[in-house]
């Protein structure tokens, strides 16, 4: 492995008293409740969701349904390119940990759940855009993704990754609302019923250059499937607990940011299509506002390119022509 990439980690407590730090992206689930007038609101707001949608889904020995709180930890990945001296903020991802009031214990949770990554904004609202513009079909550029993908792995593979976290990220998106989900009859106690895409996605191939794969599940309580994206095996690599501190602090994310498709009123079907044009929905009492958040990836995009891609653009192809997992 290349020794002039060295990854350094920080977190910070993701609590109703959170404040964004210079270098978290403005668009991060987390960092845009956390702005504005609303912003104290908001967070307590999302924490309880957070809270009553685990002790829902961990319903057994629980019976006034507020045994479990979920803590949870944002965690900053500094890539620092040691030939020039220099770090850039790569990826932020977010940890669960479970506090059992009945036991008196914390349990570790998930690792991974959001995924924000400066690099990604670069592909997707510079890259991809620009491939596109003036362009009368739709293309993917050559290699896209392809030097995003190898520093996740490199990251994942890493020693700092290894020192800090005891298992493999799984990270929980929302569906894709120009794809149809097919229901099977394969069903998970905690994770629900699954579901199967007709087709890829290029959210699909660009997280599978990460190495990871995806299964679609719909869990109890839930009107929509979640995209899990994982390595190994998902099922069998994690606990319940584990799986629930996931579902419940993404799905109240997308319910949030998605309320269209997470907040609907009906439930997914046997045949489902995403909809962000579904008026039957309900709203949470959670401020945030969707077109900046567009605005703002393309600025973070940018912002990537300018300090990162350009400068580094020797060293990385370099280092991504010869790296192997």
Not at 240 to 247: A, D, K, V
Not at 293 to 304: D, N
Request: proline residues 4%; negative net charge; aromatic residues 12%.
């Amino acid at each position: 492995m290349n020794k002039d990439f060295k990854f350094t980690i920080n977190n910070i407590c993701f609590d109703e008293n959170y404040q964004p730090s210079n270098n978290t992206r403005a668009t991060t689930n987390f960092a845009n409740l956390a702005r504005g007038d609303s912003r104290q609101q908001n967070l307590r707001n999302a924490l309880k969701m957070i809270d009553n949608s685990f002790n829902a889904l961990a319903h057994w020995d629980n019976p006034n349904g507020d045994r479990y709180s979920v803590e949870l930890e944002i965690i900053s990945v500094d890539m620092n390119i040691e030939a020039q001296g220099q770090s850039f903020p790569s990826i932020e991802i977010l940890k669960t940990h479970i506090v059992d009031h009945k036991t008196n214990k914390r349990i570790e949770g998930i690792v991974g759940n959001n995924f924000s990554s400066y690099v990604r904004d670069y592909d997707f609202s510079v890259r991809l855009l620009g491939h596109n513009k003036g362009q009368s079909s739709f293309s993917i550029p050559e290699g896209f993704g392809d030097l995003h993908g190898k520093l996740f792995k490199y990251f994942v593979n890493s020693e700092t990754y290894q020192q800090h976290f005891k298992k493999l990220p799984v990270i929980c998106l929302s569906v894709s609302d120009n794809k149809i989900y097919h229901r099977t009859e394969n069903q998970h106690p905690v994770l629900g019923v699954e579901y199967l895409p007709n087709e890829s996605s290029l959210t699909e191939q660009y997280f599978q250059k990460m190495g990871l794969q995806v299964r679609y599940f719909m869990p109890p309580n839930s009107v929509a499937p979640l995209a899990f994206y994982f390595f190994g095996d998902l099922l069998a690599d994690y606990t319940n607990l584990e799986l629930i501190s996931t579902i419940s602090t993404m799905e109240t994310f997308q319910k949030i940011y998605r309320p269209e498709i997470y907040n609907a009123n009906a439930v997914a079907g046997k045949r489902y299509q995403p909809n962000l044009k579904n008026l039957d929905h309900s709203l949470t009492h959670i401020v945030y506002d969707r077109e900046e958040r567009s605005q703002l990836a393309i600025e973070q995009g940018k912002f990537a390119e300018e300090h990162f891609i350009k400068p580094h653009q020797a060293v990385l192809e370099q280092w991504a022509a010869s790296y192997s997992a």
